[in-house]
């Protein structure tokens, strides 16, 4: 799809609960960066949207949207996980036995209070508003590229130093990838976000700006599934539960 006017494309990085940090982005329709932040509760994820009204938008939700199965994971993250294991991109699986996705997913929930339409076949274009399940980690594998994904997220065994360099790895992927798009030179937002992971002392202050970072990369696919469409791939389908990735490296980057 070409630029569309007044477009938006949007990204969450949704938490599966109203507890923790949700983060939110959204881009212009030549796709640069207007916001970002974040919010905990459906009400300030929505408020947030409704703050850029469009007709036509497009979106990005790290979160499951559709979850089915009782148990087990779904195809889709087998799929994923075929594709993208190897490099440390597996998907976390989603089933009904977690409380977070009965009676239905947050985001389905959210889609259908912002009139997104989830099913991937109705593809973005004027006057539409879709949304789509994606995965940073295979995302960033394939367009940065990786032979494995940047440790950034905090986990057992990661010290401060070693997250603090994998925050500036990640920040210049970032922008050498996404900058020109998101046009990053130039926000104010952004020159925040980068100082704050140089200066954090603490690996709180890390988390803090995780989940706006990983919403700004989601925008980005967004943008991409309205603009590059044929490099992106739908794993699973929306009766099963889907997950949208750019398309996988055939082999291990050197």
């Not at 979850?67 to 148990?71: F, I, Q, W």
């Given at each position: 799809m070409p630029s569309v006017d007044h477009a938006r494309y949007v990204g969450v990085d949704l938490a599966w609960g109203q507890r923790n940090r949700t983060g939110l982005a959204v881009l212009d329709d030549a796709g640069r960066l207007l916001e970002s932040g974040t919010v905990r509760t459906d009400a300030e994820v929505v408020s947030f949207v409704q703050r850029h009204p469009t007709e036509t938008l497009v979106a990005g939700v790290d979160a499951p949207l559709i979850?089915?199965?009782?148990?087990g994971r779904r195809p889709c993250e087998a799929l994923v996980g075929a594709h993208f294991g190897r490099f440390g991109a597996g998907a976390y699986p989603a089933n009904r036995g977690n409380p977070s996705f009965v009676p239905e997913p947050r985001g389905a929930r959210l889609a259908a209070v912002l009139g997104w339409e989830m099913?991937?076949?109705v593809l973005p274009g004027p006057g539409r508003r879709v949304c789509i399940e994606v995965y940073p980690h295979p995302a960033m594998v394939s367009l940065f590229p990786l032979d494995y994904v940047i440790p950034y997220k905090i986990k057992q065994g990661r010290d401060l130093p070693a997250l603090?360099?994998?925050y500036q790895r990640l920040?210049?992927?970032l922008e050498a990838t996404c900058g020109d798009v998101l046009v990053l030179a130039?926000?104010?937002r952004w020159m925040a976000l980068r100082e704050a992971a140089a200066g954090a002392a603490r690996k709180s202050e890390l988390n803090l700006i995780e989940d706006e970072i990983d919403a700004i990369?989601?925008?980005y696919i967004a943008w991409l599934w309205a603009t590059?469409?044929?490099t992106m791939v739908v794993h699973g389908d929306f009766a099963t539960g889907y997950i949208?990735?750019?398309r996988a490296p055939s082999a291990a980057w050197c």
């Open positions: 979850v089915p199965n009782a148990t099913d991937p076949a603090k360099t994998a920040l210049d992927h130039e926000s104010e990369f989601c925008a590059d469409r044929e949208v990735t750019p």
